[in-house]
Nanobody, 127 residues
């Protein structure tokens, strides 16, 4: 069974850092494009970052550029989202998503572009 599991969410003060993990089971992430999304209460879900399967092409939302970094460790079958200089507006449930298709080479993929999604991990940034 193909499954994505996010972890690493926590309560952190403004300016702090967190590293989220997206671990895959049932398939090898090497061949998949991965995206991170977030949704805050009362707000629409938004794309945060993505990384392509080939070449490691990355995309970032303007709101996180320079603060967040997406990376993958194929040996651990895990993709990470390093989040630095966190702000209260980063508070949200963060989700990862995977696709076996060639995504993320020209633009940030949308939620529906992916085939698999995790259950999310809560990130709360206090002011």
């Amino acid at each position: 069974q193909l499954q994505l599991v996010e972890s690493g969410g926590d309560l952190v003060g403004s300016g702090g850092s967190l590293r989220l993990s997206c671990a895959a089971s049932g398939f090898a992430l090497d061949y998949y494009a991965i995206g991170w999304f977030r949704q805050a209460p009362g707000r629409e879900r938004e794309g945060v970052s993505s990384i392509s399967a080939v070449g490691g092409i990355t995309n970032y939302a303007d709101s996180v550029k320079g603060r967040f970094t997406i990376s993958r460790d194929n040996a651990k079958n895990t993709v990470y989202l390093q989040m630095n200089s966190l702000k209260p507006e980063d508070t949200a449930v963060y989700y990862c998503a995977a696709s076996k298709y060639g995504l993320g080479y020209e633009r940030m993929p949308l939620w529906d572009d992916y085939e698999y999604w995790g259950q999310g991990t809560q990130v709360t940034v206090s002011s």
